[in-house]
C-alpha cells in the first residue's frame, strides 16, 4: 500500500502514537476469496511516526460504497453464470475528486 510523497504541514495528531499526520494519496486494498479491489490515489491522512493512516469520513463512505457494490456485482455475475470464471480475479479503481474511474486487470 504504497503512498506519494506529496506532503504539507501536518493539520492533526495521530491518535495512536500523537505524531505529526501529513496529508498524502495512496492505496486501499480490499481483500476477498477470489477477487482484489484496490483503490489507488485515495486522500487520506498518514502519521510521520508509525504510518497509521486515516481515510476521511466523506471519502471512506464513497470508496467503501463502491468497493461493496463491486463486489457484490462480482458475486452477483458468478451466481448468474456458474459454468464460467470470473472476467477477472483482480479489479484496480483510481480515485479522484471528481470520481472514481474503473479498470480491470486479470492478475
Given at each position: 500500500m504504497a503512498s506519494s510523497n506529496q506532503q504539507h504541514e501536518p493539520t492533526m495528531r495521530c491518535p495512536g502514537c500523537g505524531g505529526d499526520m501529513d496529508d498524502?494519496?495512496?492505496?486501499?486494498v480490499?481483500?476477498?476469496?477470489?477477487?482484489?479491489?484496490t483503490?489507488?490515489?485515495?486522500?487520506m491522512m498518514q502519521?510521520?511516526?508509525c504510518n497509521e493512516?486515516?481515510?476521511?469520513?466523506?471519502?471512506?463512505?464513497?470508496?467503501?460504497q463502491l468497493v461493496s457494490e463491486l463486489h457484490a456485482s462480482m458475486r452477483q455475475f458468478e451466481a448468474n453464470n456458474e459454468n464460467m470464471p470470473a472476467p477477472t480475479d483482480s479489479?484496480?479503481?483510481h480515485y479522484s475528486a471528481n470520481g472514481a474511474s474503473r479498470s480491470a486487470a486479470i492478475a
Open positions: 498524502v494519496h495512496g492505496d486501499l480490499f481483500d476477498y476469496p477470489g477477487l482484489t479491489i483503490v489507488t490515489e485515495v486522500p502519521c510521520r511516526a493512516r486515516l481515510v476521511p469520513g466523506s471519502v471512506g463512505v464513497v470508496v467503501s479489479i484496480t479503481i
